[in-house]
């Protein structure tokens, strides 16, 4: 008899992640008559996942590398990125240069003002060499599988109308110069023993921050700059990191449709990516049937006050593992690894923001949040390379996404959406077997 492993949260916090008593499958179910019948089709076979992850921010690279004795930082990375100690962590989406969550704004090639330097002669990454790359290289050796991509949240204020990091518009005489910034990136970390899985432009191209590195990106400028300078500079130099269009939310499909469209541009985009803070889920899917030879990506979800823990908080997400991957997205991110008791290290006036973990500045004492368990329930158990495949799902009620992994494993998360108990029956080509899932509950099954 096929044997069932299964690992449970439950919406008191009294489970985490905890694992279950092994379930046994049947050839025939013993109750035909359960109103949820979740049929898993290995047959029906969607997407390549990539991984699944969160960033070390310039905040949560601090707070991981500097206020951790060593102990304790090797114990956390291995929770992080150790799928047997851990959860297993297989993608990191790393800011180019500060994003909000940095102590200050910096690029890698910051000049006084008034300056420039088209050559890049000054190009340096040496901000990150401290604790971002120690940190990065010890990610991939704990996790081999670990992909990497990275966004910018700025180009160098002195290539942009606004002459520093906060607002303006990318210059166009520096459109090649900037395309050679990311093509030195990508150089520099690969000498590191970092390589770039892929990049994203601009990180929210459609919001402009007060407080933060950013600017505006208008899809007409990013298909322009992909299909004229990004894209025929990694070409020249050989570069084989993923392009992906857009980074921003659900609610502007039209933005990177207008670039994915564009057939210049499209022959060096991969696909696009994609936030959670605006729209719905769906989104992704109408670009995906729009342009079916693109990938899609689901590369940021915070959590923060917001949507309230424990309960609102992890609805919400298991809402977003289940959902994004059933519109195809390749990916499931979280937002900052770790931040502190202020909800920082920041340049932000005011951060509601939640890591998968909190670093108390003083005292180094470690809280694993919600965040870090929701990431778990899929980053454990489904592996890159695995295939989404078919299974049934209840829309607002028990919801469910299934994966077939390389080792011909097959994962099936649940999330009972309901205030009562739910009673549901799995049936697979290997057998059946009924279980009864707790009030707004959450369950991995491993087969």
Known sequence: MKRVDSWMTTIDGRLLLAAQPQIQMNEASDKADVAFKIHVNAQEQYQVMDGFGASFTDASAYLVHHKLEQGARELLMRLLFDAQEGIGMSMLRQPMGASDFASRLYSYNDLPAGGEDMDLLLFSIEHDRSYILPLLREALRINPQLKIMASPWSPPGWMKTSGQMIGGTLRPECYETYAAYFVKFIVAYEQEGIPIYAVTIQNEPGYEPKEYSGMILKPEEER?????????????????????????????????????????????IAGSAW????????????????????????????????????????????KHVIRSTRNWSKSVVWWNIALDEQNGPTVLSNSTCRGLVGIHQET?????????????????????????????????????????????????????????????????????FIYRLSAEGAITFKW
């Open 224 to 268: 322009d700059f992909i299909a004229h300078h990004l894209g025929p500079a990694f070409e020249r130099a050989g570069i084989q990191t993923l392009i992906l269009c857009y980074d921003h939310n659900w609610d502007v499909p039209e933005h990177p449709l207008t670039v994915l469209q564009d057939p210049t541009a499209r022959r060096y």
């Open 275 to 318: 936030h959670c803070y605006g729209g719905a889920h769906e989104a992704m899917s109408t670009v995906r049937d729009a342009c079916p030879d693109k990938g899609i990506w689901f590369t940021e979800a915070s959590g923060g006050a917001w949507v309230p823990p424990f309960r609102e908080a992890f609805l919400d997400q298991m």
């Open 364 to 432: 180094g004492e470690i809280t694993v949040h919600l965040d870090y368990y929701t990431m778990g329930h899929i980053s454990k158990f489904v592996v890159p390379g695995a295939v989404r495949i078919g299974s049934v799902t209840y829309v607002d009620a028990v919801e469910s996404v299934a994966f077939r992994n390389p080792d011909g494993s097959t994962v099936l998360i649940v999330s009972n959406r309901t205030p009562e108990e739910q009673t549901f029956e799995v049936c697979t080509e290997e057998g059946k």
